[in-house]
């Protein structure tokens, strides 16, 4: 693969933004100069005209984009999910499971391990994040509660020996059984997240102390400040702040959370534990109208209207129908971050939560070659993927 140099543009870097060149060596980083020219010569070279050179974004929950849930269980379906998501920057990607039967669970995950993760130009494939089934029924949002239940050992042992590209798993952790699930994660070095819980701050605490390092999408299902028998009790919202170390998923739409509580959550969190996610399904990118939610057969069907996904009865959000530049365009421009800062959130931070950051979520030597190319209203203008440049559909 040839070597490719970037000038004349803006480089985005996890401390600020500043004009200078970036040099690739094939599918690595090999030389970024700030306020300079690279010492080597490129193959190619490419004229940003005075745009953004970002890292490539990482949306570590999606459940589709483009027509397609990842759920659908066919290649045809994950590749056109990440291509939809690829054309709006995102470069590597966590495909997320919904609730379903064991059965089902079982089968998408024999299903998973026949996908070839990284393909030339395409955008790569981390791995898996499973989201339930053990939640709770109070707080299950858009998830089929006939699907949702406690940790059942003999299920989680199976599915955990069914495949090993699971990354992430979300679930309550107030549930009967999920100390027990808890550690077997931690055992597995298997990311554990809270998600469609009812815990309380303390329970989120202990959770904390025994290895939970996130609250999936925060604020949405789950709790905040109640009154029990006349007494305030702080919820997991509190526990999100309260706990410095605990990253928080953020779909920062412009719908799912208002401009207030966005600049909230930066103020108290910062962008080195805030991960933005799409939360997507298989409208993003697409025009309003009706849609499945989750896979065609037994999912759930869900409006597309004003921005966002809603079930049918307009109770509650179905999932977003964001993409990653979305997510830094309103972030920028509803909060007080700078932009580096957005787009921080939308890739070192997320890298780090799955302890790839060595590796991919900036622009720094020795780093893959995954960028976006874009102009100050956040328009994606070219894609790249180590050192590849994608063709965007």
């Not at 554990?192 to 605490?205: I, Y």
Request: hydrophobic share 40%.
């Amino acid at each position: 693969m040839s070597s490719i140099l970037f000038k004349n543009g803006r480089i985005i870097t996890p401390t600020g933004v500043f004009w200078g060149e970036v040099l690739t060596d094939g599918e690595k980083i090999r030389e970024v100069s700030v306020q300079g020219t690279v010492s080597a010569e490129a193959d190619q070279v490419i004229d940003l005209h005075g745009n953004y050179l970002s890292p490539g974004f990482i949306d570590i929950h999606t459940h589709g984009a483009g027509g397609a849930d990842f759920m659908d269980m066919t290649k045809e379906s994950m590749e056109q999910a990440c291509t939809m998501h690829l054309s709006h920057g995102t470069t590597s990607i966590v495909p997320t499971t919904l609730t379903s039967t064991k059965d089902a669970l079982l089968e998408f995950l024999r299903f998973f391990n026949t996908i070839e993760l990284k393909k030339e130009g395409k955008a790569e494939i981390l791995g898996l994040h499973l989201e339930g089934p053990y939640f709770a029924v109070s707080q299950k949002g858009a998830q089929d509660p006939k699907y949702l239940r406690n940790p059942d050992p003999e299920e989680y042992r199976e599915a955990l020996a069914c495949t090993d590209r699971i990354l992430r798993w979300s679930f309550a952790v107030e549930l009967l059984g999920a100390d027990e699930f808890l550690k077997v994660l931690r055992e597995r070095h298997i990311i554990s997240s809270l998600a469609h819980s009812d815990a309380d701050c303390r329970q989120v605490m202990r959770a904390y102390e025994n290895g939970i390092s996130a609250l999936t999408h925060f604020y949405s299902c789950m709790t905040g400040v109640v009154r029990k028998s006349a007494y305030r009790v702080a919820g997991a919202i509190e526990a999100g702040y309260l706990l410095d170390d605990l990253y928080v998923e953020v779909i920062a739409d412009g719908c799912h959370l208002p401009a207030e509580l966005l600049q909230l959550i930066y103020k108290i969190k910062g962008p080195d534990r805030i991960c933005l996610v799409t939360d997507s399904m298989r409208a993003a990118g697409m025009p309003d109208g009706e849609y499945m939610l989750g896979a065609l057969d037994g999912g759930q069907t869900c409006i597309v209207e004003d921005g966002v996904a809603k079930l049918p009865d307009r109770s509650a959000f179905a999932g977003s129908v964001a993409t990653t530049d979305r997510l830094v365009r309103t972030m920028y421009q509803l909060t007080e971050a700078p932009l580096y800062q957005a787009v921080k959130m939308a890739s070192l931070t997320p890298a780090k939560l799955l302890g790839i950051g060595d590796r991919k979520g900036s622009i720094a030597i020795g780093k893959d070659a995954d960028f976006c190319v874009f102009d100050e209203e956040v328009k994606i203008e070219r894609v790249f993927v180590r050192g590849k440049e994608a063709v965007r559909e």
